[in-house]
Structures are given as C-alpha cells and as structure tokens.
C-alpha cells in the first residue's frame, strides 16, 4: 500500500510530465499501467505521475528500418498489432506471453522494462533485438542501448525529471531468426524461466548471435559467452548444445519457492537449445 | 480527493482515498457485481472496463480512473432484461456459483465490442485471465459463441 500518497497529476504531455518530475516538492514516482505500483508497499512516496493519459507515449509505428512503440503503449496493443517480420512477430510473441488479456490491457511496453522485474518478459526480447530507449527530460531526448539501461538499473539510470518515452527496434536483414519462449506453472503465473535469442546467418555460418534469459536470473541478462562461441561456426546440433551449456553455466540464479536452481537450471538448458535451434530454423527461410 | 467518473453510463462525483483501490471504490458505491477473489490481479473476478479496455480492478488504484468510462456487469443488463451475454451464459449452465461471471462477462462483452464475429481461439483468448472453478471453462466458450451469432443475427435483445 502506498501509506503516504496524496495526490495525482494528470499531465498532457510528456514535457508537462516531465517539469511536474523535476519540480515536484513531495516524493513524487511514475504510473502507467500501475499493476505493479498498486501493490508497492512503500510509505515514502506522497504524489504520483500518471502517464497513462499521455497520447504521445501510446503508439506503435513501423519503417523499413526499425519498429517504435511508445512507453504508455500497453502490450495487449503490441500483441494484437499487425507487426510482422523478425522483429515484430519477437515482440508480439513476448508481449502475448505476459499475464493475461486484464494484465496486458494494463502492463505497458515501457513499464514491463522499467520495472525490470525478474519475471518481466519483454526485456529479454528487447536484449536480443539491440533495443533502444528514447529517454526524454521534456524536449532534450537521449537514445541508448537498451542494455545499458538494464545494466545499471532503470531508477540510478534515470535522472531527476527524465522518462523513459520510446522503445525502438530495428528491422533485421534476411537470414534472421529469432525466438522466445516461457515457461511458468501456470500460463498466469511469474515466469520461472524467459529465454530469448536471435541468429543472423550468413554464407552457412553464425554471423551474429544474441541469446539472453531472465526470470532464472534476478534481471534480463545477455549470454555473452555463449554468444562468442557461437558466432563464425557452422551451426550444428554439437555447438547449440555447447553453448546452451556455457550460458546456463554462467548464471547467477535467482532463489525461488517455486522450482529448485537444479531443476531451473537443467530446463534453462534446453529452453535455450530449442530456441538457438527455432531461431537458426528461422534464419534459413 | 476528487474522483470524476461515469459508471455504466452515469456521472459520479466520488471523494476517495488516494490510495485506494478501484475495486473498493466501485464496490462502496453500490457495484457489488465487482467481486474480489485474489486481490492481485491473477482471478479476474473484480474485472470492469475501463475506456473500452477490460482491466483488473483490484490492481488499479483509484485515481487512475480520473475522467474515464467504467462499465461493470451492472451496466449490461438485470435480471429483467438480461444483456444476450448474460442470458446466453445462463442457457448454457455456465454459472454455477456465479463468482466469476460478472468479470468474465465484462471481458467477452469487450471481445465482441472490437470482434463480433469471434473463433473460438479469440474467445479463450478474451477470456485468459478469467478463472472459473466451477463450470470447466467450455460452457462459457459455446456460451459466448452462441450470443455473437444472436447479436448478428439481430434477435431482439440489449445489445
């Protein structure tokens, strides 16, 4: 419960959202889709931001090059969208795997990666697509690697007044794949474990890998090693299984009543191989 | 503070606590078909549209509402004059105790708001996030099924 709160405010604008950040007097936080700031316990925070309103924050665009979709947009929109290609059908498969139709008509597109929780689905697929964030502090804007922004936390990256506005994609050339996958007791339920890769073939060899995992893990994570040893080799049924057991390897997993790190970690395992595998499957249609 | 908001078609002026929940709110006003069954948004029982989107409204605080269109199981129909919905879930037998459906009403009414004509993939798809312990969750599929072909057909009836 937020014992303390007492206002909201209800700005236009993401620069209106932005100045009432920068200039607020009492602890003031952010809420969109507000599933998860509903059940914050907190008894600091005494105002919020609701972002929810902001037409600006809530669409889903595409080009040639790369597919936007902005921070407010809920992700029951990005599932039902018509976006098509590597890119998009990996958005719209992580966005349809998040909670259920109530949930995804209130979790949004910015909120599943800010909040950074272990079970948020998106992030992963946002890693293995080398996302992009457009964080905005009013009219000043700065676009950075999604990675970034996970690695050094959303709330230390974020400075006073500054919002994340905008997730961008690029478009992936021809011989790309790309999956994801999720596995939880229930189709409802936390995710126990998300796994997301990408593979770019070229000429019968990896050109490039991205493979990243979360929910095992306390935050989305990049499986750099398995990564490196994938790239410049021919893609076998030897190698997926080496790198599947290199990225598990280099895990820190995360404790959870659910499952036992044992268990976890031996599906991780083959949750990663299949993927590697869909992906390749896909990258050589 | 101040909550402005129209309830199944009627302006409401309400003073309510900054904190709390919407479920609360619409239930203190007098909408007892928002049931509460986990308090986190899993079950699905406390279901209401807000702005054409079916949402959970034990997850929400109350004043993210601010100015927006809620409809609950109140606004489809009575037992008078049911909505087809509500009359087809009955001839079905899908209600037994009758916890679920005023949330699970609200989500296949918003289904076939944006798609009149579902399969029964996009109906299982509406209602994921809607449990039913009693019924076994094939009865409400044909249920709503069956309604989207009277509402096309135009028998008569509150759509």
Redesign the interface.
């Known amino acids: 419960?937020?014992?303390k709160?007492?206002?909201?405010y209800?700005p236009k604008t993401v620069e209106d959202a932005c100045s009432q950040l920068a200039n607020a007097k009492e602890k003031t936080s952010v809420?969109a889709g507000?599933?998860s700031?509903?059940?914050r316990n907190d008894s600091t925070i005494e105002a919020?931001v609701?972002l929810?309103k902001i037409k600006e924050l809530s669409f889903i665009k595409s080009d040639s090059s790369s597919i936007s979709i902005g921070a407010a947009t809920?992700v029951?929109d990005i599932y039902k969208s018509d976006l098509s290609g590597v890119s998009g059908e990996l958005l719209k498969t992580a966005a349809g795997k998040i909670?259920?139709?109530?949930?995804r008509?209130?979790i949004t597109a910015g909120g599943n990666l800010v909040a950074l929780f272990p079970w948020s689905d998106l992030p992963a697929a946002y890693m293995v697509l080398d996302a992009e964030v457009v964080c905005r502090k009013g009219k000043p804007k700065r676009t950075v690697p999604v990675i970034n922004l996970i690695n050094s936390k959303p709330a230390s990256f974020l400075t006073k007044g500054e919002i994340v506005a905008e997730i961008k994609v690029p478009v992936f050339k021809k011989g790309t794949g790309a999956s994801f996958a999720k596995m939880s007791k229930t189709?409802?339920d936390y995710s126990l474990i998300t796994v997301a890769s990408r593979i770019t073939i070229a000429g019968g060899k990896i050109e490039e890998a991205r493979l990243a995992v979360n929910a095992i893990t306390a935050q989305p994570v990049r499986c750099e090693e398995a990564e490196k040893l994938l790239v410049g080799k021919k893609p076998d049924a030897e190698l997926l299984a080496e790198a599947a057991k290199k990225a598990v390897a280099g895990l820190k997993v995360r404790k959870d009543y659910r499952a036992t790190e044992e268990y976890r970690k031996e599906v991780c395992e083959v949750m990663i191989r299949r993927s590697l595998e869909e992906s390749i499957a896909k990258a050589g249609k | 503070m101040k909550l402005n908001v129209k309830i199944n078609g009627k302006k409401f002026d309400l003073e309510v606590n900054p904190n709390a929940m919407l479920i609360d709110v619409l239930r203190d006003a007098g909408f007892k078909s928002v049931k509460n069954g986990c308090s986190e948004g899993s079950c699905g029982a406390c279901a209401v549209m807000i702005d054409g989107r079916p949402k959970n409204s034990c997850i929400i605080l109350a004043g993210q509402v601010q100015n927006s269109e809620i409809l609950t199981a109140e606004g489809l129909g009575n037992p008078e004059t049911p909505h087809i919905l509500q009359r087809s879930f009955v001839d079905h037998g899908s209600t037994q105790c009758g916890y679920c459906n005023p949330g699970s009403l609200i989500s296949v009414k918003a289904l076939l708001d944006k798609n009149p004509k579902p399969t029964e993939a996009d109906v299982k798809d509406a209602l994921d996030g809607n449990l039913c312990r009693c019924t076994g969750y094939v009865k409400r599929i044909e249920a709503v099924l069956d309604a989207a072909k009277i509402i096309q057909k135009g028998t008569k009836g509150k759509k």
Do not use: C, H, R, V
Request: aromatic fraction near 8%; hydrophobic fraction near 40%; charge should be negative.
């Open positions: 419960m937020l014992k709160l007492t206002q909201f209800y809420i507000g599933t700031e509903a059940l919020l609701d929810s809920p029951q909670g259920s139709t109530l949930l008509n209130a189709s409802n």
